[in-house]
């Protein structure tokens, strides 16, 4: 994968997700001393993938605490090591089976300590990662993390630790999430889990089941929480966010079975925007993914409508050729797309957009090739995230479709591809120069101690001299240069957009 970005949500880097001393931020584990006596169960995780997975391991660090167990960021230090795993591409499997063979190597010196594999992975492999690869004591789908301290428990008495079912309900919303790697300023709230949609290349239906919707009730609970202890930003997460849909249940395949009243009074995608926007109106609010064949016209309208929902799209297209379109089973055509994009840009005229792209698909001729060229040039994205495709066991791709486009030409395509993005993406930031922007601080620069890094609106990370200025702050910062992913400018001074 390859990405010209501001911020990577498939980022395959593995971030170990630890808090050695959690902070007040942190709910359940903010009265755990320093200290941890000897005889106590000490976790480490790792997330890799889309930051579903992220999120989850904040649910799985919740349940565990509850359990007695504490956080550590030391590996050496782990009676329990657990890896939640991404198989979107087959290089995702490969970087965590490196890690798991680590891990073992550990597991040699301390024989007490148990590996579990969580996520993706595990709900795709089930049962082979204890028969072939002998590499885990635990196995847990994305849906049985609450059957955690039961495996535990199989796993220390050397027996069989699984659980790969998938439910039609879990959305985990009755758990307080432990916010782990925070800034104390953003944070993800999942707001559906699954996909129905069934992309002929993705695997995600396979490993995180039916499409379901939490409750709006829990949702206005944690993000209140959230505000509560200071956060600035959240970003409401899922497969497919614009397919939220509650109506007294969430799930979406039996929505058609709800009572006339239920359908009448069912919440949405563009409902929960709103009651969210309006709940919190000094909160920031992001969401991500959006489907283009699920985002309808009133979404962008509430987007539009309110000044603390940022103005900001990440709308995956995958392929511009509508013979690609059609075979990635993806339920709009090219056509479709711009219709879409001209309406974000009629309502939202500075709206960020970003993009997935897949080059190389199964039969893609060098013309639907240039069909994806054209319609980076008749959006001009302001990043993106793009992918060599990747054949994945089980899909229908898989099945039906031959893997026939060599790994040079993939290779040249996706290169293409990323050329013409980083044009754009110089295009985009190029139109910032002597505008003023309000910046949400979110950390130190990379590049400089003396400047903050945040981001704006449109999600395109901005730098500035720290001055008086402190993490937290949503400040108006005049930008004065730029590169290809980030503008550079000085504060005016604190922002009062938000
Ligand atoms: N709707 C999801 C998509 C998850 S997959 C979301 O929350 O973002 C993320 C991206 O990975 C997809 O948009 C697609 O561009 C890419 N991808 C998925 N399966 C792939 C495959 N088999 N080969 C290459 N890229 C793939
Ligand atoms: Fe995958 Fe398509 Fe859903 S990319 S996550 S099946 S919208």
């Known amino acids: 994968m390859t990405k010209i970005s501001t911020k990577d949500p498939y980022a395959f880097n593995g971030v170990p997700l630890t808090k050695e001393d959690s902070s007040a931020n942190t709910g359940v584990l903010s009265n755990v001393k320093d200290t941890v006596p000897k005889a106590q169960k000490q976790f480490y995780i790792e997330s890799y ?36 795993t991404c198989s979107i591409r087959e290089k995702a499997e490969q970087t965590v089976r490196k890690r798991l063979e680590l891990f073992n190597g550990l597991k040699r010196k301390n024989k007490d300590l148990k590996i579990g594999v969580l996520g993706c992975m595990a709900e795709r492999l089930k049962h ?64 559906t889990r699954g996909c129905d949609n069934m992309c002929t290349f993705c695997v995600v239906p396979f490993t995180r089941g039916r499409e379901r919707s939490r409750d709006p009730k ?3 609970e944690e993000i209140t929480q959230l505000s509560q ?5 959240i970003t409401l997460l899922g497969q497919n966010v614009d397919s939220y849909l509650w109506y007294g249940g969430g799930l979406k395949k039996n929505f058609s079975k709800a009572s006339p009243l239920q359908q009448n009074t069912a919440v949405n995608f563009s409902n929960l925007l709103e009651l969210v926007a309006k709940a919190q109106p000094h909160i920031r609010i992001r969401f991500s993914t959006s489907n283009p064949q699920d985002m309808s016209i009133d979404v962008i309208h509430t987007m539009a409508k309110y000044d603390n929902i940022c103005n900001y799209i990440h709308l995956p297209v995958q392929s511009g050729s509508n013979a690609i379109l059609n075979k990635m089973n993806r339920q709009h055509s090219r056509e479709e797309y711009f219709e879409l994009i001209d309406n974000i840009r009629k309502s939202i005229p500075d709206c960020g957009i ?32 793009m992918f060599a495709y990747s054949e994945r066991p089980g899909t229908l791709a898989a099945k039906k479709i031959e893997d ?20 754009h ?10 505008k003023t922007v309000c910046v949400l601080i979110e950390k130190s620069s990379k ?25 937290g702050d949503f400040v108006d910062v005049k930008i004065e240069e730029v590169t290809s992913a980030t503008l550079i400018g000085n504060a005016l001074g604190l922002s009062s957009s938000i």
């Open 49 to 84: 993938g889309c930051q579903m997975n992220f999120s989850d391991s904040e649910i799985v660090a919740s349940i565990l605490s509850q359990e007695g167990y504490k956080l550590t960021e030391k590996l050496e230090n782990a009676n329990l090591v657990l890896v939640n």
């Open 354 to 385: 970003s993009h997935d792209m897949i080059a190389g698909f199964p039969s893609e001729t060098e013309q639907d090739h240039q069909d994806t060229l054209s319609l980076m040039e008749y959006v001009k994205y302001d990043f993106g995230f």
């Open 128 to 191: 082979k990662f204890l028969e072939e690869e002998k590499m885990v004591d635990i196995v847990v789908g994305p849906d049985a993390y609450k059957d955690l301290p039961n495996l535990l428990k199989e796993a220390e008495a050397e027996r069989d630790a699984v659980n790969v079912i998938l439910s039609k309900e879990e959305t985990y919303g009755d758990i307080a999430p432990v916010r782990l790697a925070t800034n104390g300023v953003s944070a993800f709230v999942t707001i």
């Open 229 to 233: 202890n200071g956060y600035k930003e």
């Open 218 to 220: 829990s949702i206005l």
């Open 404 to 423: 026939d486009i060599p790994e040079s030409t993939k290779k040249r395509r996706l290169q293409e591809i990323i050329d013409l993005q980083r044009v």
């Open 447 to 471: 590049r400089s101690n003396e400047f903050w890094s945040g981001r704006t609106s449109q999600n395109t990370v901005a730098v500035f001299p720290k001055e008086k200025y402190k993490v």
């Open 425 to 434: 993406s110089e295009y985009r930031t190029q139109q910032f120069i002597g």
